[in-house]
């Protein structure tokens, strides 16, 4: 795999790179900004003014600069294609809808805020087209690094300690994984994971060694993804953080890490030449998620530590749709990538606004608030009734294409096939149980005062226009399948 | 009048929206808004009566694309709205326009959030319409869940006082049910295949998964395999046969009908009972019966035992049973069994009793709800032993207890007579699928239901009038009361004293239904 070094091609590479280089120069001013201005408050409208403007531009060029085919950049270490431009836009969105949520009065240091906040993005963006494995590293660490300290910054000592926490699993698992890949290339002798000389190496020359690598850097994204067994600090970390922040992390890292794990799971499948079933680990390890996860929500008694719990199980049912290994699973996956994007952040958001004016923290503190704002009381019922899977909600969509991409998969034995079938729906009864905890509290539950009505803002109207799009997802799913159904997966 | 069905499920979701605009201080707008609906769908089904045409099927059929979404590379999924009555489903669409009529006026007086109250009422009576509507099956399946959460909410927020408990129970029952016929669903929209366009259509309507030509080679409809002992085919029915059978309920799965229907207030008590139990039955006969044709003739005596269990045990139960609605819950499992039974069975007799059996115990249980509620908005009271000679002081309520009661007992001349007879009598035909015993059985069940209702006439109504301090509150019936009660009770003569125009509608599907069953009969 010896590539010319021409700076021509480097030169012509960063053409495709324009978002990437939009979201570094949006950071590198809003550090800048925050030099300037020590103001809070006016430091706070620049800096969020600053981010919009980037994250919108990035979101443009990603559209402008859409890739027709797979492009591969800067000798192999990026790889262009519009699947990763799905999921970079699904990561970019997230971010708009993290600054819509982040509230003046709650964020102490806006600058360090928006620039960790775009750090990630940025990691995000660069892992998601990442196609070797120092690219993968580094774009990883650009992920984690600001995640340790997003979940810290200005939340006391409960944040310190999550963010400690998560800093030394994260650690730990960063070099599990470059253990990992170490032992990968002394394997295959490249670091070019969708390269045929790594894949024929893989396949002539299985080692035990390969095996075990491939399962150290499979465990460091199922750690990104928060999936079982590696979900022990999305409990702790949610909780500590922000409404906002918890929102972040349940989505932007999380998806970016399953573009990256579907697209390395495709390379260690060796197009179905392993003699490992990843298939069935995947589903074994989706269902684990699953169950783990509901049965993990059912005794929660904290709004965000429930939601903690929640992320973990759509993140099992997020890496169900890699087992079928084919084209429509994948389908799925985007589908199912951005609806969970939205019923997350709808219910998130209903969650931070009663957080903030009325300082609901449990479930229990529910109780009774419907009549605060009926408005969000529905926005909040319909994000969590997507989340079980219900219909009339964009969810009961994602779950039909994900199902019935399994269904039809030859990747599982039909036994095998069955039973992730039957699992799988039947935690949604127990997903029912405790996601409608929170509307059985809003409205059933009596409380003796009348709660104080909820300010209308722009988060209750962005609040409202989630739900609005997961009801639409649901008439109308053809609107982003037919816009899935153009891109294709190309390993 | 082509849009005559949409027209009947969607006004009352159109009327949701409405009344999400109103001020929520306007109780009487609410009232009035939902009154109007179901008066308008009222009138929307008499000008549907009149105009149908006979020696058709499908009455009233619409097709409009919904999804159309190829899905890599085995082909396009398709669902269409798509809706149309037949002989099955146009006598229950009837009933529930008629129940949910009663059960708007029988809410008239509710206070508590009147416009949340009044929204998912007009919600659930969409979802109902629509499901009893639909023949593409996701949508038929939408409509499905749509019921849920507005029930779930009803029962939760306006039930009484172990409400929280009975709400919650309903919907995991319901829900774990739902995910049973879901899996089902999925997997027959995959395997069932229609070739149009040199493309493979995969679809959800029920008509395309009933034609046998259309079980796609190789998949799992046309496979032999066996696991566990039984194939594919023989899972799926029973999935749907315990999915749909929690639904209406049949014993082993009815434990959560007691505790809602307890729980539930007396309109939602009468929606429940008179038209949710409905969907199972619907869906066996709509669903189960014609695409599982095979199974149906191989489970047929399991089938029809649980039916009988239903009968004998419900009966028991409700024998058994200390407080007034209570002993309706239990009535209604048993009332439902004859409907497994008379689908069991196989014939044209059966079949046809267990559609009029769907449509006369809506009726009649809507009856004996609404009398429950009349005691207890008076006393807040259902122990039955805390009454005895209300025939002194509730004259009129009397009268109709006794017609609701002899009705539910299956007396001649009422509508329950004719549809336990024809259950009978197809159980009892030689061409039947299930052996001879099972309905003479179920015969007895009518005994047990003569005993149950007969002696709590005796203890409520006969003997000398005990107060046990609501002596003055036993007013009799109120002229809304005797409204909604009267029309009921004319309803259920009517039916049973003039049975042959219902019949007519029916039995052209019980007889193609019946067909469709013999025509996989081994000779």
Known sequence: MQEAYSISEVKGGLAYLLPELTLTAGILLIIIAGIIWHNKSRLWEISITLFVITVLMAGFLTVYAWPQNSIRLFFGFIQQTDFAAYFKLLVLTGCALTAGMSRKKSVEHPAEYFTLVLSVALGSTLFITSNHALMFLLSLELISLPSYMLTALGRGKGGAEAGLKYFLFGSTVTAVMIFGWSLLYSATGTFDFTSSAFIDQLTQNAEPTAYLASALIIAGLLFKVSAVPFHLWAPDTYQAASAAIAAFFSTVPKLAGLAVLAKILLAFHLFGQSPVPFAAIVGVLSMASITLGNVGALRQKHAKRLMAYSSIAQAGFLLLALVPFDQSGLYALQFYSAVYLVMNFATFYVIGQFEHHQNVQTVEDFSGRAGASWALALVITTGLIALIGLPPTGGFMAKLFLFSSLWSSTSVSPTLRLVFLILGLLNTVVALFYYLKIPYYLFVKDRQDKPKSLPWELQGVLSVLLALALLVAFVLPGLLMGWINKTTFVL | MPYLLSLLIFSPLAAVLLAGLLPSRKHQWFRMLALAVSIGQLLALIALFNSLSPNINLYYAEQVRWLNISLGTWGVLQANYLVAVDGLSLPLVALSVVVLLIAVISSWHEQKNVKGYFMLVLTLNGAIIGSFCALDMLLFYVFFE??????????????????????????????????????????????????????????????????????????????????????????????????????????????????????????????????????????????????????????????????????????????????????????????????????????????????????????????????????????????????????????????????????????????????????????????????????????????????????????????????????????????????????????????????????????????????????????
Not at chain 2, 373 to 394: E, F, K, P
Not at chain 2, 446 to 457: D, E, K, M, N, P
């Open chain 2, 146 to 523: 749509f019921m849920l959460i507005p029930m779930y909410f009803l029962i939760g927020i306006w039930g009484g006082a172990r409400r929280e408990y009975a709400s919650v129970k309903f919907l995991l029952y319901t829900l774990f049910g739902s995910i049973l016929i879901l899996i089902v669903f999925i997997g027959l929209y995959l395997g069932v295949g229609v070739v149009q366009f040199g493309q493979i259509l995969h679809s959800f309507s029920v008509l395309d998964w009933q034609d046998a030509h259309h079980h796609m080679a190789g998949s799992w409809l046309t496979s032999s395999e066996t696991y566990g002992g039984f194939t594919l085919k023989a899972w799926a029915f029973l999935f749907l046969l315990v999915g749909f059978g929690i639904k209406l309920p049949t014993v082993p799965f009815h434990t959560w009908l007691p505790d809602a229907h307890v729980e539930a207030s007396t309109p939602i008590s009468v929606i429940l009972a008179a038209l949710l139990l409905k969907v199972g039955g619907y869906g066996l006969a709509r669903v189960v019966l014609p695409v599982f044709s095979a199974e149906t003739i191989q489970f047929s005596g399991l089938v029809g035992g649980l039916g009988v269990v239903s009968i004998v045990y419900g009966g028991f139960n409700a024998l058994a049973s200390k407080d007034l609605k209570r002993l309706i819950a239990y009535s209604s499992v048993s009332h439902m069994g004859f409907v497994l039974l008379g689908l069991a069975s196989g014939t044209t007799e059966g079949i046809a009793g267990a559609v009029y059996q769907m449509v006369s115990h809506g009726i009649i249980t809507s009856m004996l709800f609404l009398i429950a509620g009349v005691l207890y908005d008076r006393t807040h009271d259902r122990l039955i032993d805390n009454y005895s000679g209300l025939a002194t002081v509730m004259p009129r309520y009397t009268a109709l207890i006794m017609i609701a009661f002899f009705a539910g007992m299956g007396l001649p001349g009422f509508s329950g007579f004719i549809a336990e007879v024809l259950v009978l009598l197809g159980g009892f035909n030689p061409l039947s699928l299930v052996p001879v015993w099972l309905p003479a059985l179920a015969a007895s069940g009518l005994l047990l239901a003569a005993g149950y209702f007969a002696w709590t006439i005796q203890r409520m109504l006969y003997g000398p009038f005990v107060t046990k301090g609501f002596a003055g509150t036993l007013t009799d019936l109120t002229s809304r009361e005797r409204f909604m009660l009267v029309s009921l009770a004319i309803l259920t003569l009517w039916l049973g004293i003039l049975p042959q125009g219902l019949l007519s509608l029916i039995n052209p599907f019980a007889e193609g239904l019946s067909r469709l069953l013999s025509d996989h009969l081994v000779p």
